[in-house]
């Protein structure tokens, strides 16, 4: 069998990615020799040890990133900088800091003054998941022909770089190298902005008079439903997420609020051309999506 990439992988957060890494490493081998589950209660260790998807659950963060040669930050990004304090001092010289946060300007400000020198920091974004949370979501396909991104800051290591790569290579994802402040304008599009829609129309469909809402609900299409599928996303992490990607979230928000009020003016004017080319243009990206198996 191949070696492993790491003697040592620490996870700090067990929810749906880091529960679906713990199982690909259990089940492959190949990415890491032990690894360490971290989570902020024990309750939620007792679950990932019930499941046997880690080789140590540890509630201490400085036994758990103890002797790691690589640590990853799996929880909310808002919650990167505390935890990043709290570990830094006892990281090992050499080892790799790496996280799986949607936002990476945020993350490299937040993480990278903790570090101390001969430690690594490999930010990198898996673009897989579901709209569940917690040790039990995570399955070992969640990473399968997905996206992997990773944005190194200027002069990191490449051998450290090589080496995350491989590991999400191992889980079944696609990688790419990006700038920081361009992954943020990007994933602010394909994602952020897409999740902020959801729980606006959500809301406004819970504010509706009762009797309405209960037609709402009991008649949904399958366009509102797939915006509840969306909407029901863990709150704490699109909070920190929104919060965190201010700028380029914003910026698409009045983007698409543009768009929307030349929509709402074509529908009042009955300008049929302008509608069936923003329809038409959505079917084209849609089968562009399915071109490239990211649907």
Same mark, same amino acid.
């Given at each position: 069998?191949?070696?492993?990439?790491?003697?040592?992988?620490?996870?700090?957060?067990v929810g749906?990615?880091?529960s679906?890494?713990?199982?690909?490493?259990?089940?492959?081998?190949?990415?890491a020799?032990?690894?360490?589950a971290?989570?902020r209660?024990?309750a939620t260790?007792?679950r990932?040890n019930?499941l046997?998807?880690?080789?140590?659950?540890?509630?201490?963060l400085?036994?758990?990133?103890?002797?790691?040669d690589?640590? $990853?930050?799996c929880?909310p990004?808002?919650a990167? *900088?505390?935890?990043?304090?709290?570990i830094g001092?006892?990281?090992?010289?050499?080892s790799i800091?790496?996280?799986?946060g949607s936002t990476?300007?945020?993350?490299i400000?937040d993480?990278g003054?903790h570090?101390?020198?001969?430690?690594h920091f490999v930010?990198a974004?898996?673009?897989?998941?579901?709209?569940?949370?917690g040790p039990d979501a995570?399955f070992?396909e969640l990473?399968?022909?997905r996206?992997?991104l990773l944005?190194?800051?200027?002069?990191?290591?490449?051998q450290?770089? #090589?080496?995350i790569k491989?590991?999400?290579e191992?889980?079944?994802?696609s990688i790419?190298?990006?700038?920081?402040a361009?992954?943020?304008?990007?994933?602010?599009?394909?994602?952020h902005?897409?999740?902020l829609?959801?729980?606006?129309?959500?809301?406004?469909?819970d504010?509706? *008079?009762? #009797?309405t809402r209960?037609?709402?609900?009991q008649?949904?299409a399958?366009?509102f439903?797939?915006?509840?599928?969306?909407?029901a996303?863990d709150p704490? $992490?699109?909070?920190?997420?929104f919060?965190?990607n201010?700028?380029?979230?914003?910026e698409m928000?009045a983007?698409f609020?543009?768009d929307?009020q030349? $929509? *709402?003016?074509a529908?009042?004017?009955?300008?049929?051309?302008?509608?069936?080319d923003k329809?038409?243009?959505?079917?084209k990206?849609?089968?562009a999506?399915?071109?490239?198996h990211?649907?």
């Open positions: 069998m191949t070696e492993p990439i790491f003697e040592r992988l620490v996870l700090i957060g749906l990615i880091g679906s890494v713990a199982r690909i490493a259990r089940a492959r081998g190949d990415i020799r032990v690894v360490v971290n989570a209660t024990e260790l007792a990932v019930e046997g998807i880690a080789d140590v659950c540890e509630i201490d400085v036994r758990a990133v103890e002797g790691a690589c640590v $990853m930050l929880a990004v808002g990167y *900088a505390a935890l990043a304090a709290a001092p006892h990281l090992a010289p050499g800091v790496t996280d799986v990476k300007q945020s993350v400000r993480i003054p570090l101390p020198q001969g430690v930010p974004h898996p673009m897989a998941g579901t709209e569940f949370s995570g070992v990473f399968r022909g996206w992997c944005t190194p800051p200027p002069g990191t290591d490449p450290a770089v #090589e080496r491989m590991l999400w191992r889980c079944g994802a790419s190298v990006m700038d920081p361009h992954h943020d304008r990007v994933v602010a599009i394909v994602s902005l897409p999740h829609i959801a729980f606006t129309i959500c809301g406004t469909a504010d509706l *008079a009762d #009797e209960k037609e709402v609900l008649f949904a399958s366009g439903r797939d915006f509840t599928r969306i909407a996303s704490v $992490m699109w909070r920190d997420v919060l965190n201010r700028e380029a979230l914003l928000l983007r609020t543009e929307a030349a $929509m *709402a003016r529908v009042r004017w009955g300008d049929s051309s302008y509608i069936e329809v038409n243009r959505g079917r990206i849609r089968q999506l399915l071109d490239l990211q649907a």
